[in-house]
Nanobody, 123 residues
């Protein structure tokens, strides 16, 4: 089945960096656009960054532009989020997401999520 497993979260001081990774399995990763979302306590889940299947196009939330970079490694079925210059307002649970996956030769629309990884930015 489709699985997304995030890792790399933790506690970091303001101005610090973290690199999140999402390991994907159960579908043809190189054919799926991937996204990172986050959800802070008491707030709605929001899109942070997205990358197309081949990695040629990326988009970011205005709040993270210039600080976060999304990338992917289709050979190893991973998508990454490099987070620099972290701020306390970046504190949230970060989720990996795929909306349409290909399994075998079948395109399956859906909304697939990992379990999330906690990022806490605090001094």
């Amino acid at each position: 089945q489709v699985q997304l497993v995030e890792s790399g979260g933790g506690l970091v001081q303001p101005g610090g960096s973290l690199r999140l990774s999402c390991a994907a399995s159960g579908f043809t990763f190189s054919w799926s656009a991937m996204s990172w979302y986050r959800q802070a306590p008491g707030k709605e889940r929001e899109l942070v960054a997205a990358i197309t299947s081949g990695g040629g196009s990326r988009k970011y939330a205005d709040s993270v532009k210039g600080r976060f970079t999304v990338s992917r490694d289709n050979a190893n079925n991973t998508v990454n989020l490099q987070m620099n210059s972290l701020k306390p307002e970046d504190t949230a649970v970060y989720y990996c997401n795929a909306k349409t996956v290909v399994v075998g030769s079948v395109v399956i629309p859906g909304d697939y999520w990992g379990q999330g990884t906690q990022v806490t930015v605090s001094s």
